[in-house]
């Protein structure tokens, strides 16, 4: 493989600019100035990322995201779907959209609007308001009932927006999950299960011909802001409580690797973007990989990505969880250390904050140590810690390199307690 073919160096240089400019003209506008905004790069497989362009149309001006894709072995049947392959003037062969046309998200295309929005809420009769002079009815939805905003979007991959239907006095919110046909079916039926089973996780309300999975939100605040704005947001016992709730049919879904399986791999994403720390890299790779060898998958019933992000609480309890697409077989430590790692590595708290949140870690380790061996917990946290570490390079944080170390900082921490 040539050193630029999966091209990582190409889409996060100013030389990917010259594709850029003839996409937006191909679509009618003149491309004004632009910014990489994110990338994902997978070494010697392929390269997607996404950039802010200011574009002149004819119309006026607008801030568009424009996403390239590169692949080792040049674009796929995927790719030329989109009908925009470019080639640069190394030679790379490149596939543009400009959002929400993403090739491989049909659904992004109604659900990014609110126009769309208001068509699904009306075609599937989602609202129909509790009370007041409409209480039982279905009232048409227009645009402008509707606040939408984007929670998270991995291009190519997934989109999640939340949408704030508003009639009247009432406000109902929907959550759209926006995947790949195949994902949307699976996301369906792995809620349908979970709630069948009495876990907690949102219903179902529609699931659209685009592969837009419509889900109704969850009561109770996520655990993420409940961690800085409540005393004692919930025990470590009820976060375990709702995993080992989990119905055994879910150890019997397919399996998936744990975070901890694909560590090396990780590793050589931090160090493309930060080659100074490929040593101090790779002897956390062999700590976490050496120390977890020989241990079986595991038979438990799991979810996959476990942490403050997908734990909803009230009152002191948790009352939602949320992102169950990686259920499956595995072990408790796989689950409990996802959430240590994600605790151990949130950016940006002020010296508050980051004494309420070493109290809450400080209560609630030990009784992740009681249910689950501690060495183990601490190789699966640094693990995860690791692929936390390409987060701030993909997302292009201001200031990814500061935030980069200070994860792998936080990874090598829990190495060493695990000895």
């Not at 994110?38 to 006026?60: L, M, N, S």
């Not at 699966?380 to 390079?393: D, M």
Request: charged residues 25%.
């Amino acid at each position: 493989m040539t050193m630029d073919e999966d091209g990582g160096l190409l889409l996060s240089s100013r030389a990917v600019g010259d594709v850029l400019v003839a996409a937006v003209h191909e679509a009618g506008g003149t491309l004004l100035r632009w910014r990489m905004d994110h990338v994902d790069h997978q070494p010697g497989r392929g390269t997607t990322a996404t950039y802010r362009a200011h574009v002149a149309w004819d119309w006026g001006e607008a801030t568009e995201i424009v996403g390239v894709t590169a692949r080792v072995g040049g674009a796929d049947a995927g790719d030329r779907a989109s009908e925009r392959v470019y080639h640069d003037a190394e030679g790379h062969e490149v596939t543009v959209w400009i959002y929400p046309a993403d090739p491989e998200l049909p659904g992004l295309a109604s659900a990014a609007y609110a126009e769309g929005v208001a068509e699904l809420v009306n075609d599937h009769g989602l609202w129909i308001p509790q009370g007041g002079a409409l209480a039982g009815k279905r009232p048409y939805v227009s645009p402008g009932d509707i606040r939408l905003d984007v929670v998270g979007y991995r291009p190519r991959q997934r989109a999640v927006l939340r949408a704030d239907v508003h009639v009247g006095e009432e406000m109902r919110r929907f959550y759209l999950k926006v995947q790949t046909a195949e994902e949307a079916i699976q996301t369906v039926g792995q809620h349908r299960l979970l709630r069948g089973a009495g876990i907690p996780a949102p219903e179902v309300l529609a699931l659209t011909e685009d592969s837009v999975v419509v889900l109704e939100g969850l009561p109770g605040r996520p655990l993420t802001s409940a961690l800085f704005r409540e005393d004692f947001p919930c025990s470590a016992e009820e976060l375990i409580a709702v995993l080992d709730a989990f119905p055994p049919v879910v150890a019997r879904l397919p399996r998936r690797l744990p975070w901890t399986e694909s560590v090396h791999y990780y590793v050589g994403v931090v160090a493309r973007a930060l080659p100074e720390l490929e040593p101090r890299l790779l002897w956390l790779a062999d700590q976490v990989s050496q120390g977890l060898a020989g241990l079986p998958a595991g038979e438990e019933a799991t979810h996959g990505d476990f942490h403050e992000g997908q734990v909803h609480v009230s009152g002191g309890r948790v009352c939602g969880i949320l992102d169950i697409d990686a259920i499956g077989p595995g072990r408790r430590a796989d689950d409990l250390g996802c959430l240590l790692a994600h605790l151990s590595t949130i950016q940006r708290m002020d010296a508050a904050q980051a004494a309420h949140l070493q109290g809450l870690l400080e209560a609630w380790t030990p009784v992740f140590d009681r249910r689950v061996d501690p060495t183990e917990l601490r190789l699966r946290a640094a693990g995860v810690a690791i692929s936390l570490a390409t987060g701030p390079h993909r997302s292009q944080e201001a200031q990814w390199r500061e935030e980069t170390i200070a994860i792998i900082s936080a990874a090598e921490a829990l190495v060493r307690q695990s000895g």
